[in-house]
């Protein structure tokens, strides 16, 4: 079956640090992997996302790239800021299904 | 612009009641989902719909749970005869087609508490 594995949190950083939350996944056939992000008393969004092997995903500063040799995709911000406190879920969907980690909260402090 | 709705947003049962959770898909969205979250995981898949038709009911937890979306527009999740371990976030969700690359977009969730 299909599973989703991503960096266990809390995580808090100071402003202007460098973000890596950690994701690796487990799927048959060819999955599309998704970042979604739930700020504070909103619902997920999707921050960023993937169709195949080596597509890199871009949206407001962070990054992740599909690594099908390394079943990863792990997002990165080289500069947080204060407003990018929220939760992240790393998603993989396949055949229609969607299979999300668990979420990691991430605080950055000013 | 409306996405996508739910109601109730809250919603507290005792054990034994029957509850009836709604969603309002964005318009012209083909595909709805259903998700259930508990504290402090990810949401977990229930079922999907692609216009009227349900093509995916694996993740739903028992027959206790159904799910209709009878004129493929909004969809009622209903729980019967709730128990404590239902409590959870219930997540609706909608895109434009069903597909492996379409984004989803999540409703603001039913968070129901069964005493």
């Known amino acids: 079956g299909n599973s989703v594995t991503q960096m266990e949190g809390p995580v808090t950083l100071s402003e202007e640090a460098f973000l890596t939350i950690n994701c690796t996944y487990t799927?048959?056939?060819?999955?599309?992997l998704f970042w979604y992000v739930q700020y504070p008393g909103e619902g997920l969004q999707l921050l960023l996302k993937?169709?195949?092997?080596?597509d890199k995903g871009s949206n407001k500063g962070f990054e992740a790239t599909y690594r099908k040799e390394t079943t990863s995709f792990h997002l990165e911000k080289g500069s947080v800021q204060v407003s990018d406190s929220a939760v992240y879920f790393c998603a993989l969907t396949n055949a229609g299904k969607s299979t999300f980690g668990d979420g990691t909260t991430l605080t950055v402090k000013p | 612009g409306a996405g996508v709705s739910q109601s109730p947003r809250y919603k507290v049962a005792k054990r034994g009641q029957d509850v009836a959770l709604r969603c309002d898909p964005i318009s012209g969205h083909v595909s709805l989902f259903w998700y259930q979250q508990a504290l402090g995981q990810g949401p977990e898949f229930l079922t999907y719909f692609q216009n009227e038709a349900q093509l995916d009911k694996s993740g739903l937890p028992s027959d206790r749970f159904f799910a209709e979306r009878p004129e493929g527009s909004v969809s009622t999740l209903k729980i019967q005869r709730t128990q404590q371990e239902d409590s959870a976030v219930y997540l609706c969700?909608?895109?434009?087609?069903?597909?492996?690359?379409?984004?989803?977009?999540f409703g603001p969730g039913t968070r129901l508490t069964v005493l």
């Open positions: 993937a169709t195949k092997a080596d």
């Open positions: 969700a909608s895109s434009t087609e069903v597909g492996t690359y379409n984004e989803q977009f």
């Open positions: 799927a048959t056939g060819y999955p599309s």
